[in-house]
């Protein structure tokens, strides 16, 4: 997959084509994909986007491959932008995930990607947030934000944040409660859609894990 050479190319185009990156770092990860199985605490960088982070101790790698095959079994509620998102969501950064596979139910998630603004380039953080929320209820008929929409500080840099739970269901008709925090933080014409997922309730919530990687990434500025 290829990143698209803009955001948006029109501030007045469909917020479908706004947010379908967001909309794909949202989702957690379904059970029965293929992991690298490396358990090792990992400091992981990518000096051409100008960002580092620390994986979570006993944490998985996902390949691109992974990443593809979890979005082509999902079933969203609105099939025109499930197909809109398949074909142009772009491949993240990174993934990690909280268990090996095969795991039994919904596994916890952690994505990082990085697109560029466009038109959309000096919009403050949370008009863009505000932005992709509609087009997210759309595709998922229960979504519903449960933390605001607020200014937000990843590594220094001004951002947005959320958190918004919702049902996420694949092929096969099974259903999984999602938790989904959100981060955008623009950075010049381009933009960081950080989002860490995972079930509702229950031991593998990771809030511990999920906060220690936001305070572990570096951004160059």
Not at 87 to 105: D, N, Q, R
Not at 148 to 168: C, F, N
Request: a neutral charge.
């Amino acid at each position: 997959m290829t990143a698209d050479k803009s955001f948006d190319r029109s501030i007045g185009g469909k917020m479908k084509r706004r947010c379908q990156a967001v909309i794909a770092v949202a989702f957690a990860i379904l059970p029965n994909s293929t992991l690298a199985q490396d358990l090792a605490p990992m400091r992981f960088e990518n000096a051409t986007a100008g960002i580092a982070l620390t994986r979570p101790a006993g944490w998985v790698t996902a390949s691109l491959q992974t990443v593809q095959e979890n979005r082509e079994r999902l079933q969203l509620s609105d099939q025109d932008f499930q197909a809109a998102m398949q074909k142009a969501a772009t491949a993240p950064l990174f993934v990690f995930m909280k268990h090996p596979e095969p795991h039994p139910s919904l596994n916890p998630s952690i994505q990082v990607t990085l697109r560029p603004l466009g038109q959309l380039a000096g919009l403050p953080p949370t008009e863009l947030m505000r932005m992709v929320t509609g087009p997210m209820k759309t595709a998922f008929a229960d979504f519903v934000i449960v933390t605001g929409i607020s200014d937000a500080q990843v590594s220094g840099l001004a951002g947005a944040h959320m958190r918004a739970k919702y049902t996420l269901k694949n092929q096969d008709g099974a259903e999984f409660q999602v938790l989904a925090r959100m981060w955008l933080v623009p950075r010049g014409s381009f933009l960081f859609i950080i989002g860490m997922s995972g079930p509702q309730e229950g031991p593998d919530v990771s809030e511990s894990e999920f906060g220690e990687t936001l305070a572990s990434i570096s951004m160059q500025k």
